[in-house]
């Protein structure tokens, strides 16, 4: 059963609630999943773990590690002519953390809002700190941010970009993909997967962020679940399922 006994929103109470980016797109997403999630203790079924992504994304936090030691520019950051080093801060362990992340306490909602960054470069002339965000694909056809579902993508980054501006830090509107690629073109598996890399940009505008984090607080507050969202396929099963058990 779905159902959660731990990290329930309680109305009237003084004490912070904890709010990650995820649950902050949930409510985007659906109003009334995020309210059956968070208030109502009903957990929105999983999807399967991304387990082929997850070790790309850790292979990819050491490499860039070993450049955030010696301070070097890496090479597929050169390749785009971007002069920029893997940042070194006493936090940034912290920060890359899933469960801890970057954190802040808004206070208007009194949600505490926090998101797991992959990592942040600083840019050698300007120092501004610049969000980069690692994914994970395999595609014959160019990689860009223009499918619809790449928007969550891009509020992703625009998410960091707030939490990180909160902390104090100057951060760039411009933030990077950095996306790995499995070749298909080899001519058999051979116990390894070839990718190539390439860095996508993407200006971000996180004027967004500040009222969706009201509005998310103003919804965990409501006495009553929102509406579904028009033309959710899960309620639309739910609705038909119950239909056809019912007899009604
Ligand atoms: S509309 Fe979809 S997303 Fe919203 S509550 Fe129903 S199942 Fe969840």
Redesign the pocket.
């Given at each position: 059963m779905p159902i959660r006994s731990r990290n329930l929103y309680t109305p009237g109470s003084p004490d912070p609630f904890k709010l990650s980016r995820s649950k902050v797109q949930m409510f985007l997403?659906?109003p009334?999943?995020f309210y059956?999630d968070r208030r109502l203790r009903v957990d929105?079924v999983d999807g399967p773990a991304f387990t082929l992504n997850s070790a790309t994304d850790t292979l990819l936090k050491k490499e860039m590690d070993a450049f955030r030691e010696r301070r070097e520019v890496p090479p597929i950051a050169a390749q785009h002519g971007l002069n920029a080093v893997p940042f070194q801060h006493p936090q940034m362990d912290d920060w890359r953390a899933n469960f801890r992340g970057v954190t802040y306490l808004h206070p208007e909602s009194n949600l505490q809002l926090s998101g797991a960054i992959d990592d942040l470069w600083q840019d050698l002339q300007t120092g501004e700190l610049i969000v980069v965000d690692y994914k994970s694909t395999s595609s014959t056809k160019p990689i860009d941010l223009n499918d619809a579902w790449k928007q969550s993508y891009k509020r992703q980054m625009e998410f960091y970009q707030w939490l990180l501006r909160r902390n104090g830090l100057t951060i760039s509107n411009r933030g990077y993909f950095l996306y790995v690629n499995a070749r298909t073109d080899p001519d058999a598996f051979h116990d390894q997967l070839l990718f190539t890399s390439q860095l996508i940009p993407y200006d971000g505008n996180d004027d967004w962020v500040d009222e969706t984090i009201t509005a998310a607080g103003q919804c965990l507050a409501g006495s009553q679940a929102p509406a579904?969202?028009a033309d959710?396929k899960?309620?639309d099963y739910?609705t038909c399922a119950s239909a056809v058990l019912t007899g009604h």
């Open positions: 997403e659906c009334r999943c059956l929105r579904a969202t959710c899960w309620c739910r």
